[in-house]
């Protein structure tokens, strides 16, 4: 009996794990169980060293900007998803090779022993599914089903998954029937094909052996396999977007009500970027490959530690308690690259920590909050500085609806001036303590502190917009883009072409102190290729930092150019 190749064993591996893929996948849509690749992914980005997991996202960010597929706002978590995907599918493979190779070995029982094929392949299995089954266990995440049932479905799928590859060996290798005793096997089937004309041979180990025609069985294997896999990712898929909550675009509160700085005198030049960020386009960082789904009736606000009078609230308790507050808000992420897409504009409305924190009494022994999130996230807060700033708001609304999932449902908090690093969504829990302690991305190299850096972009020269004034020449192009400082406010922008001098721009008035300001230059034409550059100053007079400095660990800085043949 030959045995069957390594490399079999290899594409035996994929296909196995390309279905136990698409059956995961299903089940997380039916029944919300485990998706394995994506809680392993979730798992290392936590468990890595923060220089690992920054010089990934950073080799991505490059990348997704390199290859030009979209801003990373839109394409990191497709990505991470697919890495996911890959992941599992790689390990899967080389599992494959690996008991292949084992029963190869004579240490193993080599080809004399077949049955083994499926105790080697239920060894994988449960190695695999144990080591994943464990992390599903452990993991914060809400999830219907809970942490135990998940582990075990994850651990069954897997032992199923290493017996599917144990008894492909012994396809391959031959092995018709492995009888359980010296008793005879039966003969195999009535008519023996043409193309398998030779007898059954038995060994002394009562199993039947007959030859096969390995490229038949893979092509059988590999077609029932892409069934699955398509059937379980087409189902799933299906069930996936009749989920999806319809989006009621006319609950939100910009559907129904004028921006208040409506007539503004300054005209935004055509392609620059919506003053208001549409909700659906609200960039989206955070370190869960599928944001957690928590549950409103499960959910409370817990807030204890030194505090006089300890609280677990409802959201409604947190809606009707606290007056409701409502601010406009530029959220940015500190991985957002010069003139990057990580950065949007919403109303944000919620209850001021102020008002919680005199809610509870806080004890003079208590200067931080410590900020925890059901994904495990964590954070900070001195509450002086929650004190001293009523606009630090527990956040419930976006745009005048709930917080959308995926931007932290149920409550999220606003801390002004800092980047989204600083800024918790789907909290649990705040307790008041005596220390500062460093939080989830401090720990892994990140700002203290991280305060927004003033940032100037050019969203369009807008060259259909090309003004022709009667008497006056020349004829102009509007050039216009954001400027944003945090809470420091913009107090001037300024342009240049080429080398030409600093030129003013136009500041149209924002929709907050907070927000980022559309400035817009109406420069004078002339053709040819041309460099325009745009930097901005904060209230107080600050210069935008010229210098090019990456985001890690403290937020880009650097003026941002762009080349137009004119
Ligand atoms: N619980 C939790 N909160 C989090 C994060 C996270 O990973 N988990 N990421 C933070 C980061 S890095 C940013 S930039 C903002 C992004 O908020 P958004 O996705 O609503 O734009 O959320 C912050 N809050
Ligand atoms: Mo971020």
Redesign the pocket.
């Known amino acids: 009996m030959r045995s069957p190749t390594i490399k079999a064993g290899a594409l035996v591996g994929a296909l196995f794990t390309t279905s136990l893929t698409a059956i995961l996948y299903l089940a997380q849509q039916i029944a919300g169980l485990p998706f394995a690749p994506f809680r392993v992914f979730d798992w290392m980005a936590r468990a890595l060293p923060g220089s690992v997991v920054t010089f990934g996202i950073d080799t991505m960010v490059a990348l997704i900007r390199a290859l030009r597929v979209g801003g990373p706002a839109d394409i990191a978590k497709p990505a991470e998803q697919t890495l996911a995907i890959l992941g599992l599918l790689a390990t899967g493979t080389v599992a494959g090779a690996a008991v292949f190779g084992a029963m190869r070995s004579s240490r193993f029982g080599g080809s004399r022993s077949p049955r083994r094929a499926i105790t080697a392949g239920l060894i994988a299995g449960s190695v695999l599914g144990l080591a994943v089954a464990l992390i599903v266990a452990t993991s914060p995440l809400p999830g219907p089903p809970g942490p135990v049932l998940g582990a075990l479905w994850t651990a069954v799928a897997f032992l199923a998954w290493g017996a599917g590859l144990g008894w492909s060996w012994q396809r391959l290798a031959g092995v018709r029937s492995v009888a359980p005793s010296s008793a005879a096997a039966p003969p195999p089937a009535a008519a023996p094909s043409p193309a398998a004309p030779s007898p059954a041979a038995e060994s002394s180990t009562g199993v039947t052996v007959e030859p096969v025609d390995r490229r038949t069985f893979m092509i059988r294997l590999g077609g029932a396999t892409a069934v699955v896999t398509v059937a379980g990712a087409a189902l799933g898929g299906a069930l996936a977007r009749g989920r999806q909550p319809a989006s009621d675009a006319s609950a939100r509160w910009s559907s129904n009500n004028p921006l208040p700085n409506t007539g503004a005198a300054v005209d935004p030049a055509r392609g620059t970027r919506p003053e208001f960020t549409p909700l659906d386009d ?7 490959t599928l944001p ?1 789904r928590v549950a409103e009736v499960d959910w409370r606000l817990e807030i204890a530690g030194l505090v006089d009078r300890p609280a677990s609230l409802t959201l409604a308790q947190v809606q009707s308690r606290y007056e409701p507050m409502h601010q406009f808000v530029t ?5 957002n690259p010069i003139a990057g897409d ?1 950065t ?1 504009t919403t109303r944000w409305t919620g209850a001021s920590v102020r008002s919680v924190l005199e809610d509870v009494g806080v004890s003079p022994d208590a200067t931080h909050l410590r900020i925890r ?7 900070t807060l001195e509450i002086a500085l929650a004190m001293a700033d009523a606009r630090v708001m527990l956040t419930y609304a ?1 745009d005048g609806v709930p917080l959308p999932t ?3 449902f149920p409550l ?1 908090i606003y801390i002004p001036d800092r ?9 649990q829990s705040i307790e008041a303590v005596d220390a500062w302690e460093a939080g ?2 401090v720990r892994r190299g990140w700002d203290r502190e991280a305060r927004m850096r003033a940032t100037s972009v050019i969203d369009t020269v807008a060259a259909d917009m090309m003004m022709i004034d009667a008497d006056t020449q020349p004829m102009r192009v509007p050039i216009g883009g954001i400027a944003h400082a945090g809470a420091r406010g913009i107090s001037r922008v300024e342009v240049r072409v080429d080398d030409g001098e600093w030129q003013a721009a136009t500041l149209r008035d924002p929709l907050s102190a907070t927000t980022w300001v559309v400035w817009r230059f109406d420069w004078p034409f002339s053709e040819g290729r041309h460099t325009f550059t745009v930097r901005c100053f904060e209230r107080d007079g600050t210069p935008q930092i010229a210098t090019e400095s990456p985001v890690r660990p403290s937020g880009a800085t650097g003026l941002h150019t762009m080349d137009r043949m004119m």
């Open positions: 609200h960039y989206r960082i955070d370190i869960n957690p959220l940015a992420c500190i991985s990580l949007s999130s059901v994904d495990g996230f964590d954070e976006f995926k931007h932290g999220r980047y989204g690093m600083k800024q918790p969504k789907w909290i989830y991305w």
